[in-house]
């Protein structure tokens, strides 16, 4: 079988499918563009190129399965060249077909070209299979997959179908397949000379990944993903150290090597649980020993209380020179801390409260809580009635600043309509006073056309007789003389009443 894989492979057969430009008239009679873009994303197409060749020794193992004349090595080249075929013409039939069955069962299949493709060679391998692959329990035996595995393998190193030929297989089957435009270029030009342009700058331009160790080819709009993803790019330290780190060695170094991977202390084993970066564990070691004598010495005296135990500490540590902290582990503490001891001697313990004196004191403290806090919630009452009566106090004065406020109002109020009454009373008592002195100076003018003084009193004067008669006319001069006098005291007031 390996001598005929050799012979096909001296042969150098290149199976390319055959492509058949499609004339279009519109194209003929616009002139339009004829020069196409080739480019495909190179990682899909590396990847199903590795895919046909699982393909094809599946189809020839299955299709020799049980045969006594005949063997996959000897039916290889006759059924590449039908797989060639088959799945070149239902690439190129995809999209109508696709159009076709669209809302159908199929419909709802993948659209990614490498599903695509899988499918097609999986259909391929299921139809070479012959009479006794189909009847017996062959398809799920394991020699089935240990013998295509071995087929791959041999392919492989005779050199049989080469990885640049199959690459250039599935490049033409994506064009095919790819109705979204998505993994090829689909650019068109109108001469060479564009296309050439166009080529160093194409989206889909092979690369080779740059980072050392790495031999990925992807395309150009891929390089950012790949970056992202590449196992051989150098990182920083995900643990925040200094070291730069290959990707796929990250968790090697972090558990193993990394300076500032977690460890527990080296006093883990007395008690204490830190988890400390193993690059600071001499700064962990210097800065806790206080907690560490502790966890010694409660290790070592374990009736003693914490008390007596910081006590000793003290000792402890007036009493070294330096060597306690050079002690690396719980062991060499522990060891060091018995020395010191035998010179210091015995540890004086206070002794342990019985438990009525516990639970007296217990009791005091709860009395003493119970205190407190009553005497702080009368001191808040007091505090809200001190607030209360200050607020009422205020309420009081505010009230009585309204109320004189008000009477100010009032009698400011009653101040003026006092003053409008007496203005009205002296104006009233101005005219009263007016008409009396025109009442006195017509008299006077009367007085002076009346005769005298003894002539009148003689001739008024009444007799006897006459008074008896009229008694109302007893007193005539009376009325003359309250009109003088009114006379004489409002001359002083129209005096004033003129200014």
């Known amino acids: 079988m390996s001598s005929s894989l050799d012979h096909l492979a001296t042969q150098n057969v290149e199976l390319v499918p055959e492509v058949i430009e499609d004339v279009k008239i519109e194209d003929v009679k616009e002139e339009g563009p004829s020069f196409y873009c080739d480019l495909c994303d190179a990682e899909l197409v590396r990847k199903i190129a590795q895919a046909l060749l699982p393909g094809l020794a599946t189809a020839c ?15 290889a080249a006759d059924i590449r060249k039908e797989m060639v075929d088959d799945i070149t013409l239902r690439s190129e039939n995809f999209v109508a077909e696709t ?14 070209p490498f599903d695509i ?7 391929f391998a299921s139809l070479k299979r012959n009479l006794f692959s189909r009847v017996s329990g062959w398809l799920l035996s394991e020699k089935r997959e240990d013998r295509i595995d071995d087929f791959v393998q041999e392919m492989e190193v005779s050199g049989f179908w080469l990885l640049d030929k199959r690459e250039a297989v599935a490049q033409s089957l994506v064009k095919n397949v790819d109705f979204k435009n998505a993994f090829h270029c689909d650019k068109k030009f109108n001469s060479p000379e564009e296309l050439a342009e166009h080529v160093p700058v194409c989206g889909f331009r092979s690369m080779t990944c740059e ?40 968790d090697r170094h972090c558990i193993t090597v ?6 527990n202390c080296p006093f883990y084993a007395v008690g204490c649980k830190s988890a400390v970066a193993s690059c600071m564990i001499e700064k962990h070691r210097s800065a806790d020993l206080h907690s560490h004598l502790l966890y010694v010495l409660q290790g070592i005296h374990k009736e003693a209380s914490v008390e007596d ?10 009493t070294s020179t330096g060597n306690l902290a050079d002690a690396r582990d719980a062991r060499s503490l522990t060891s060091r801390v018995k020395n010191l001891e035998a010179k210091l001697g015995p540890l004086e313990i206070t002794p342990l409260k019985t438990a009525d004196e516990q639970t007296t004191e217990a009791i005091d403290e709860e009395t003493t809580k119970t205190a407190d806090k009553d005497v702080e919630e009368k001191l808040n009452s007091l505090e809200v009635s001190a607030k209360s009566k200050d607020s009422e106090e205020e309420a009081r004065e505010t009230a009585a600043k309204d109320s004189e406020a008000k009477h100010e109002s009032v009698e400011a109020s009653v101040n003026s309509k006092d003053c409008q009454d007496v203005e009205e009373t002296a104006a009233k008592d101005s005219e009263a006073k007016l008409q009396s002195v025109e009442v006195s100076v017509k008299n006077k003018d009367s007085q002076e056309f009346s005769p005298t003084k003894q002539e009148s009193e003689t001739a008024t004067e009444p007799t006897p007789n006459d008074i008896e008669e009229n008694p109302g006319h007893s007193e ?24």
């Open 476 to 499: 005539p001069s009376a009325t003359n003389k309250s009109s003088e006098e009114a006379s004489q005291t409002t001359n002083p007031i129209l005096q004033a009443a003129e200014i």
């Open 117 to 123: 493709i899988s499918d097609f060679v999986d259909d």
């Open 211 to 250: 980072n050392e160790g790495c031999n990925a080819r992807f395309s150009a709009n891929q390089m950012e993903r790949h970056d992202s993803i590449c196992p051989f790019k150098i990182i920083p330290c995900e643990q925040k150290c200094l070291d730069g780190i290959m990707r796929r060695e990250m």
């Open 258 to 263: 990394c300076p500032m991977k977690l460890v």
């Open 309 to 318: 135990l910081k006590r000793r500490i003290e000792q402890l540590e007036k």
């Open 61 to 75: 193992v299955d299709n020799t399965a049980g045969g006594l004349f005949s063997s996959a090595g000897s039916v």
């Open 99 to 112: 159009v076709v069955l669209e809302g159908g069962p199929e419909a709802e299949k993948s659209d990614h």
